[in-house]
């Protein structure tokens, strides 16, 4: 049974085992939610991100290793990129040795700093940690050559110059936990690597064959044929053919390019495909100067379309400098693209254009190295940038994180769905846009709840943790596989311990001091875009804040954002608010919010 914490400590150079409670493990399981548990009890408002006091948690979850699919860590720590709380996740070898090698821990907690370049080492049922002085300043693909019978999760060179939106790479940069900076913490820790030498779990019988059950399932499943047929770069062609797609730094939402560089383009170009988990088809892999890269839809929306390049073995290359480095390419593609923009409306003197793949290459290595000041303003991100020169209506972000390439002027509900994601802009917390796109415009009852009922149902397969593709086949939020592991529950009561971490997630941004101005619209999106079918759409201002309103209302949240305390009494955080933690207030005379949705066209 999981049912422990490894935690180390790098400036006291100690390792050692503790219990995790079990009210915690009931009401919070692992993953995404007893990471938020303990970043919420033990980072006090205002803790420095790239202080000694953050905390970097490798989180694994009760069916770690067992699942079918890919499996995944969360990596949870307060982001240097957006000051609030961070979760991101990763696939691949590292997660599965992590859970073979500490059978019975939930997860990895790190906290301190160490004097020099380290590495944790864990072996089955502990580890230490080691000096590891040569491995400085190297890429992921070297730090993964140098234990070649290891899985690694690393820094990148951008982690170590603390570029506050570097990944952790792992497997050779294969894998990365993404947005928000968790590979700068890292780097901020002198923590190079998190090197794993155990091998992978053997499940009981019962979970052996929920396995191969659900195995055949996925396979069966729109989503499992989904991603076997393109894995996510198929994304592109979706967001371009019903014109959701962002181009050329979020100028148009069509681009001719698009077939060059999709999914038919990724599948003659691969040299192997991937199976995460001997099954089913993940990525292609392909070769290009810069290495060996899998790219992804965010690769080839980010760093193609949204740069405007349209050769595939140039947007491979980009995405393959972005591994090596370790940093997160919807980041980075958005920087670049405000670079450009900023650099036509003189906000900078740049010499870097869109649809030039050449002096893209040159910026990303340059706001890797932070080389030059506009570069080392766009390492710590695109907001930074625009506060620092100008330029803030350039390119979207929100809780200064840049927004994905799925422009939400043709879906309302997307505009909310980015608003009020709990780690900033980001479309893995909801993707309502999906329907909406096909439906046509929905009432703002229907797009609240599109937003807030897969909030809540991610929470609970993040803190299983389980790919939310894989999710997507589960009935019962994942309580068959539970059972199996003798933790009951059904699955109202786990919806409700999504709506539990999702809520004590917002309980540590309120004490950090987010309110309702962090869940704002970008002005980006208030802007009239032709559609492709002789429209201008926008997203509607005041149409917005009613959504809004609606949202914090459905959530049990004040008009600030701040939830209320009898929302707290009934998701049984009550006696988990510190002093610290503004709690809601009613208003006098609150109205009802009006029915009408989100958008506008002229």
């Not at 506050?164 to 790479?169: E, K, L």
């Not at 929920?210 to 770069?233: P, Q, S, V």
Request: proline letters at 5%.
């Amino acid at each position: 049974m999981r049912d422990h914490i490894l935690r180390v400590n790098l400036t006291e150079g100690k390792v050692g085992h503790e219990r995790v409670p079990e009210r915690w493990r009931r009401r919070f399981l692992g993953g995404k939610g007893l990471g938020a548990r303990y970043l919420y009890e033990e980072l006090n408002a205002g803790t420095d991100p790239l202080g000694p006091d953050n905390l970097l948690a490798f989180m694994l979850g009760p069916l770690s290793g067992y699942l079918p699919g890919e499996t995944r860590y969360a990596a949870v720590t307060k982001s240097p990129l957006t000051g609030g709380f961070l979760d991101s996740y990763a696939g691949g070898q590292f997660p599965v040795r992590l859970a073979g090698s500490l059978p019975n821990c939930l997860g990895v907690l790190i906290t301190g700093r160490a004097d020099e370049s380290v590495a944790v080492h864990v072996r089955k049922d502990g580890a230490d940690i080691v000096a590891e002085p040569d491995l400085a300043g190297t890429d992921a693909e070297a730090v993964a050559d140098a234990f070649p019978d290891a899985a690694v999760a690393c820094a990148g060179p951008a982690g170590e110059r603390e570029v506050r939106y570097a990944t952790i790479a792992s497997d050779g940069g294969d894998h990365h936990a993404g947005r928000g900076g968790a590979g700068a913490v890292m780097g901020a820790k002198n923590l190079k690597a998190v090197v794993v030498h155990g091998e992978t779990g053997d499940p009981s019988a019962d979970l052996a064959r929920l396995r191969d059950e659900y195995a055949e399932t996925y396979g069966e499943h729109d989503t499992g044929r989904w991603l076997a047929a393109g894995a996510t770069i198929e994304s592109l062609d979706f967001a371009d053919e019903t014109d959701l797609l962002a181009v050329c730094g979020w100028q148009e939402t069509e681009f001719e390019g698009a077939e060059a560089i999709g999914v038919e383009a990724a599948k003659e170009a691969a040299v192997e495909r991937e199976y995460p988990d001997g099954d089913h088809p993940g990525g292609f892999r392909v070769k290009t100067d810069e290495g060996e890269t899998v790219p992804r839809g965010a690769t080839a929306m980010t760093l193609g379309a949204g740069l405007g390049i349209d050769n595939f073995d140039d947007v491979a290359a980009l995405g393959a400098l972005c591994d090596r480095f370790g940093m997160d390419v919807i980041s980075v593609g958005n920087a670049v693209a405000w670079a450009i923009r900023a650099a036509e409306a003189d906000y900078v003197e740049f010499d870097v254009s869109f649809g030039d793949a050449a002096t893209a290459a040159s910026l990303i290595k340059r706001i890797a190295a932070r080389e030059g000041p506009v570069a080392d303003a766009l390492a710590d991100g695109v907001a930074v940038a625009a506060e620092r020169y100008g330029g803030e209506e350039l390119v979207p972000t929100v809780k200064s994180m840049a927004v994905p390439s799925y422009d939400p002027r043709r879906a309302g509900s997307m505009a909310l769905a980015y608003a009020t994601s709990d780690r900033g802009g980001c479309h893995r917390r909801a993707r309502p846009f999906e329907k909406e796109v096909f439906d046509g415009e929905w009432s703002l009852k229907k797009q609240v709840r599109s937003v807030i009922t897969p909030q809540n149902v991610r929470s609970v397969l993040w803190s299983l943790p389980a790919d939310d593709f894989l999710g997507e086949t589960f009935d019962d939020l994942g309580a068959e596989w539970l059972a199996a592991l003798g933790r009951e529950y059904d699955s109202e009561e786990l919806y409700r311990l999504g709506e539990r971490v999702w809520t004590l997630v917002r309980l540590f941004n309120v004490r950090e001091g987010f309110d309702r101005a962090d869940d704002s619209l970008p002005a980006r999106f208030q802007k009239p875009l032709p559609d492709g079918e002789g429209r201008r759409v926008r997203v509607d201002p005041d149409d917005f804040e009613r959504a809004l309103d609606r949202y914090y209302a459905a959530r049990g949240w004040d008009p600030d954002g701040r939830p209320f305390a009898e929302t707290l009494d009934r998701l049984d955080l009550d006696g988990v608010v510190d002093d610290e933690t503004p709690v809601g207030e009613r208003a006098a005379g609150a109205g009802s919010a009006s029915s009408e949705g989100i958008g506008s066209t002229e």
